[in-house]
Each structure stands twice: as structure tokens, then as C-alpha cells.
């Protein structure tokens, strides 16, 4: 038997960082870019992982404790009580670029759970998926919020809060965005663990920034599920001047976004954990290939239109 999964990229809209404090975030699906993972019959008694992308092919039993594919086949396994004499040929691939704010950890822990809940015939439902994925991000990212996880498992727009159910959110009217990658890696524990250490030193100040944060997000929401397209893109330029301030902006970034701005983006903002990674622009349909083609003079290494509703 071959079973495929995939999972979707993700971008955050609104509200990355605050909701490591316990605010709502906006996140929603990228589905132009995807992780999936086959798994095969094997005839041999060895389970065998094959990351071709990156030229990595090894068995189970031999990869170290911290390998990220074998930490959530292993979970997976356990959670589904399959006994470790079931073996099989994982492969996984993905076309989400690494560490860009895009989810891609996220989605490929993501597709595998889900092949391998087909694989051995028992489904699983998003929130538990999202939850095993949830353990392996732990691991790699320290204190995750845990919006990553759920908007990938659960592949639709979601409002997201630390602790509380996970809320979906619908979208009047259909918003484009341009994704823009600055080219530069930003590990995102190391950009939450920095903002951690400053809110340590100031946390009345801080605290006041993820507040506004929270706000901005309520607004977002509402203006989205009611079709104001420009309350949402004055919101995005807000959370990404928060954004700034906080420190986890950048100046590649920040250039991004006033270039989508003159070349005609109603709004923009850094997405994801900051320092390099990605931003998004807002734009009308007629202005998106303008906007696109600015972001590229700009400097971004890689450009991605996605529609949401
Ligand atoms: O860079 P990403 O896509 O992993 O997003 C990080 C979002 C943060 O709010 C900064 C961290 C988190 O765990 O929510």
C-alpha cells in the first residue's frame, strides 16, 4: 500500500508575538506551497526516512534522539499503539523555504502525521493532529505559541489564542497578498528569545505593545470578516510599526514594505517571528503584479501571490 499527505505552508496575518503572551493571532493557510510525505510497504524489517531535499536517507532505529522526522513518526506511532515491528519506507519533501516565517517544520510534521494516520488506517482528527505537532515544536522552537501547528492542521483561517478553542474566521471580501522572502534565515526561537529578555527588563512597556497588538488583531478580524479591506490593510501597517518598535523588525524588511507601499500595496507587515523571513502586502488585484515586481527590485529572493476567501 502507498499512502500521500500534504500540508500547506501558513502565514501569519496579525498578532505574532503577542500571542506567545497570551493574545489572539490571525493566521491562515498558504496553499501554493506544500510538505508531503509518501510511505510505502517496506520488505525489509527496517523503517527507512528519505529526505531527498536534503540528500538525507537513514533507518528509525538508528536516528539520534533530536532527529525531527524520526521525534514525530516516533509520537505518531505511539499515539496510534503501533507496535514498533510495523515498518515501512517514509519519504518526505517539501517545497516551503526553511526558517522564513512560512511553517515549514510545522507542515512537514504536519503531512507526516497524517500519511501515517492513513497508512495505518485511523484518522485523526485536526486538533490531534495539531496537538502531536504541537509536541515536536516544542522541542525545536522552545515556547512555541502554538499558532503554527493549528493553522496547518487545520488548513483554514484561524484565530488563534494560547489555552482557548480555535476559532475560524471567515472572509467577506477576497484578500491577495504578496509574500515577500528577505533571503536572510531567522530561527524564530532566537528572535521570541531576545524579545523575551527585553520584556524581562521593561515589562509594563512590552506588555502595553502586545496589548495594542491584541487590539489591532480584534479590529483585524472584524474588518476582515466584514469586507473593509482597507481597515485591514491600516491594521497591518499598525502591527508592523508595533512590530518595529519591539525590535524584531529589520532593515531589509522594513524596506519590503515601504517598496510594496510605493508601488501601490494598501498595506504591509513583517510576518512571522521578524529579523528576516517573510513580509506580506495587501494588494488589489490590479496592483499585485506592480507590487510583486517592486518587491523583487527591492531585494526578495522569492515572491508569492496567495488569495485568502
Ligand atoms: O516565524 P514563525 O512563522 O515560526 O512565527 C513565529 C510566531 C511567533 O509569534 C513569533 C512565535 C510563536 O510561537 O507564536
Excluded at 520584556?199 to 506588555?207: E, L, M, Q, T
Aim: charged fraction near 15%; charge should be neutral.
Amino acid at each position: 500500500m502507498t499512502v500521500i499527505a500534504s500540508a500547506p505552508g501558513k502565514i501569519i496575518l496579525f498578532g505574532e508575538h503577542a500571542v506567545v503572551y497570551g493574545h489572539s493571532a490571525l493566521a491562515v493557510p498558504v496553499t501554493q506551497v506544500q510538505a508531503t510525505c509518501r510511505i510505502e510497504d517496506v520488505a525489509t524489517p527496517t523503517t527507512v526516512i528519505h529526505a531527498p531535499d536534503i540528500d538525507r536517507h537513514y533507518a528509525l532505529q538508528h536516528a539520534p534522539p533530536d532527529d525531527p522526522l524520526a521525534t514525530i513518526i516516533r509520537h505518531t506511532l505511539d499515539a496510534l499503539q503501533i507496535p514498533a515491528k510495523r515498518c515501512f519506507t517514509l519519504t518526505v519533501t517539501s517545497t516551503i523555504p526553511i526558517a522564513c516565517g512560512l511553517g515549514s517544520g510545522a507542515a512537514i510534521s504536519t503531512a507526516v502525521v497524517r500519511a501515517l494516520a492513513a497508512y495505518f488506517q485511523q484518522p485523526l482528527a485536526d486538533q490531534a493532529v495539531s496537538d502531536l505537532v504541537f509536541e515536536v515544536e516544542k522541542i525545536y522552537h522552545g515556547t512555541p505559541s502554538g499558532i503554527d501547528n493549528t493553522v496547518i492542521a487545520f488548513a483554514q483561517p484561524v484565530s488563534f489564542a494560547r489555552g482557548k478553542q480555535v476559532s475560524r474566521f471567515t472572509v467577506k471580501t477576497p484578500l491577495t497578498f504578496v509574500i515577500a522572502d528577505t533571503g536572510i534565515k531567522s530561527p524564530t526561537h532566537k528572535v521570541v528569545g531576545d524579545l523575551r529578555h527585553r520584556r524581562d527588563g521593561d515589562r509594563k512597556r512590552y506588555d502595553g505593545y502586545f496589548e495594542s497588538i491584541g487590539e489591532l488583531v480584534r479590529l483585524a478580524r472584524s474588518a476582515i470578516e466584514g469586507g473593509n479591506v482597507d481597515v485591514v490593510a491600516q491594521c497591518m501597517l499598525e502591527n508592523h510599526a508595533i512590530l518595529d518598535e519591539i525590535g524584531v523588525s529589520s532593515p531589509e524588511l522594513n524596506a519590503l514594505v515601504a517598496a510594496a507601499m510605493a508601488a501601490g500595496a494598501t498595506g504591509a507587515k513583517l510576518s512571522g517571528a521578524g529579523w528576516g523571513g517573510n513580509m506580506i502586502a495587501l494588494a488589489a488585484p490590479n496592483r499585485v503584479d506592480a507590487v510583486a515586481t517592486a518587491l523583487k527590485k527591492a531585494g526578495a529572493v522569492k515572491v508569492i501571490v496567495t488569495t485568502v476567501g
